[in-house]
Nanobody, 125 residues
């Protein structure tokens, strides 16, 4: 079984930055597509960013494009989400997810086979 553990969430002021990490188990991590999603109170879980197994391709929701950067370090079995110029509307629980089989449907929550427990990001005023 694949286990994913997010970390790095917290409270920041608008305009600030935060880097989330997602540590994954399994020797085949390097072949998993990875995604970040977020869920705000009363809202559906939404796509934030995704990265291919090689790290050669990245994808972003329009709402975060130019502000967030997804990356991965396969040697450390870790995927990152660097969040800059944070806005109050970025407040949510952030989840990382692993796509074991690979898919172009990176925006779809059903694409992903494993999920982390989530980490809270709160952006004030």
């Amino acid at each position: 079984q694949v286990q994913l553990v997010e970390s790095g969430g917290g409270l920041v002021q608008a305009g600030g930055s935060l880097r989330l990490s997602c540590a994954a188990s399994g020797r085949t991590f390097s072949r998993y597509g990875m995604g970040w999603f977020r869920q705000a109170p009363g809202k559906e879980r939404e796509f934030v960013a995704a990265i291919s197994w090689s790290g050669g391709s990245t994808y972003y929701a329009d709402s975060v494009k130019g502000r967030f950067t997804i990356s991965r370090d396969n040697a450390k079995n870790t995927v990152y989400l660097q969040m800059n110029s944070l806005k109050p509307e970025d407040t949510a629980v952030y989840y990382c997810a692993a796509d074991v089989y690979g898919s172009t449907r990176y925006k779809d929550v059903n694409t992903y086979d494993y999920w982390g427990q989530g980490t809270q990001v709160t952006v004030s005023s």
